[in-house]
């Protein structure tokens, strides 16, 4: 019997996973969940054996039930190989009182490498299982970090072509440079003249224009997208807090059974959501820790019940994080309205038209495993500092956002339960930031000269992803204002 999905907006709604994956969001807008979570029967023994991707296998199967062995099989084995710079994948790094979980060892060298690596492979063989024969185009806008990691996770995958658009004054150097240096035959990297509310707005347009998707089929084509409440972005996420209660398991530093709590640095609420399946697959986690910065709404909302995204958006150095609408929150609001799609559909349509909603008492009594804080910009350089000056252990903006709160959080509950940090991102992509919070005076401007500094610092290696930067050739240059976008992607797919 197959897993099927739902939407949360409408119960009709009702799909098998790779459906769900190629659909991306619900066409209500919802966004699809697991019709019942899945149980874990594996014993830590039988875990210990497998090395992260023989534990993706036993996570995804449960979840991606109408794929066969042979193809998750082969997806895992495509998306995590050697582009990582360790076969862990994610090595867990003790530190003080804390084990850090380091996601950041992809391509991109921030841990959305983990779900966008293995996207594109289940993506194309959901066209196979669903008899699409279009080639698959990914269209993306991006601030940053998703297009690079896309553009990576997608390059030279056969089925499929990517093109993305940024904003051509705004992004950071290093970003910049990073994408248009991008290899890979099917890739299309764009700036435009606009902001990235432009560049969203654009291919949101593109997306809803039927003329243009009817053309589109007639030259062989299909639009898709690798946003962040896919499916197939999700529950990759599940694997890396199994692999490290797994890890903690075989180190004997917890017995079989012994809680964990995690602290997850939160933007979109998909990572901190993955932890939360894995907790009601059977791992056991105890709490929850939803790190913020100052753009608090989700430490607000844990403490009251209401969502309010009313405020102003602050630009802090762990911009990753700076969101006020967190997307995959809607999928926990479905949950704990015991699955009722016309209550979360309210609560959604109050957040479009209010910007806020307040979800019930018996809905709160329901969160309880979650813990919300928030570190401020003072704050948060003050963790990498004291991490530094202590442990000798150096951590990028975002992860000192949840060393920060999870230190308030034992001061404040002496809670003694072993505790995993989730580690987004290298130091090595904010060096800048990082170096400034390590107290380091006369910093270069040069972003390689900064990362040979750190390296001198941190006593680690330079990764790859940096280095390359260097010599990496400019491979894409095209430049087009706000209303060329549609003309240009026709352009590139050579389509009339
Ligand atoms: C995207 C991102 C986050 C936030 O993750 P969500 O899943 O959106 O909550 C945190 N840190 C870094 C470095 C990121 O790139």
Request: aromatic fraction near 10%; hydrophobic fraction near 40%; charged fraction near 25%.
């Amino acid at each position: 019997m197959n897993l099927m999905y739902r939407s949360t907006r409408d119960s009709n709604q009702r799909v098998t996973a790779s459906q769900a994956i190629l659909q991306g969001l619900s066409s209500d807008g919802g966004l699809f969940v697991p019709e019942s979570i899945p149980v874990f029967t594996k014993t830590m023994k039988e875990l210990a054996g497998l090395d992260y991707r023989g534990l993706a296998y036993e996570v995804m199967k449960l979840f991606l039930t109408d794929y066969t062995q042979d193809e998750l099989m082969d997806c895992i084995n495509k998306a995590y190989d050697d582009k990582f710079d360790t076969p862990e994948i994610a090595p867990l790094k003790e530190a003080g009182q804390a084990y850090y979980l380091e996601l950041f060892h992809g391509a991109t060298i921030a841990f959305k490498d983990m779900a966008l690596s293995i996207l594109p492979h289940l993506l194309t063989k959901a066209a196979q299982k669903n008899n699409v024969q279009e080639e698959i185009v990914i269209l993306t806008a991006t601030s940053g970090d998703t297009g690079k990691a896309a553009l990576s996770g997608f390059a030279d995958v056969k089925g499929t072509k990517i093109i993305v658009f940024y904003p051509k004054d705004g992004v950071s150097v290093v970003q910049e440079k990073q994408m248009v240096t991008q290899k890979g035959d099917n890739t299309s990297v764009i700036a435009i003249r606009g902001n990235f509310d432009d560049a969203q707005t654009g291919v949101k347009e593109m997306f809803n224009n039927r003329e243009l998707a009817a053309r589109l089929k007639n030259s062989g084509y299909l639009f898709s997208s690798a946003n962040s409440i896919n499916i197939g972005r999700l529950i990759p996420q599940i694997v890396y807090y199994v692999y490290s209660y797994v890890c903690l398991y075989k180190k004997k530093l917890i017995s079989e059974g012994e809680k964990i709590n995690v602290v997850v640095p939160t933007g979109n609420f998909g990572n901190i959501l993955a932890a939360y399946y894995a907790k009601e697959l059977g791992i056991p986690i105890g709490k929850l820790i939803c790190a913020s910065n100052e753009n608090k709404v989700l430490f607000d909302f844990f403490q009251t019940g209401r969502y309010d995204r009313n405020r102003d958006f602050i630009l802090t150095e762990s911009p990753s994080m700076d969101i006020l609408v967190s997307s995959n929150l809607e999928r926990l609001i479905y949950h704990i309205a015991d699955q009722d799609s016309e209550k979360t559909n309210q609560f959604m349509k109050a957040l479009a038209s209010n910007g806020t909603y307040e979800i019930t008492e018996s809905m709160k009594a329901k969160l309880s495993d979650f813990v919300g804080g928030w570190a401020s910009e003072a704050e948060t350089r003050e963790a990498i500092y004291k991490e530094y000056q202590q442990n000798g252990y150096v951590i990028d903006t975002h992860t000192a956002v949840a060393a920060s709160v999870y230190s308030g959080y034992s001061k404040n509950t002496q809670d003694s339960t072993p505790a995993v940090i989730v580690s987004t991102a290298s130091p090595y992509k904010f060096a800048d930031s990082v170096l400034g919070a390590l107290k380091i005076e006369s910093i270069p401007t040069d972003d390689y000269e900064q990362a040979k500094l750190l390296q001198k610092v941190s006593d680690t290696k330079i990764p790859k992803a940096v280095e390359e930067l260097r010599t990496a050739p400019v491979l894409h240059n095209r430049v087009c204002a706000i209303h060329e976008m549609q003309s240009v992607v026709e352009d590139i797919l050579k389509i009339i």
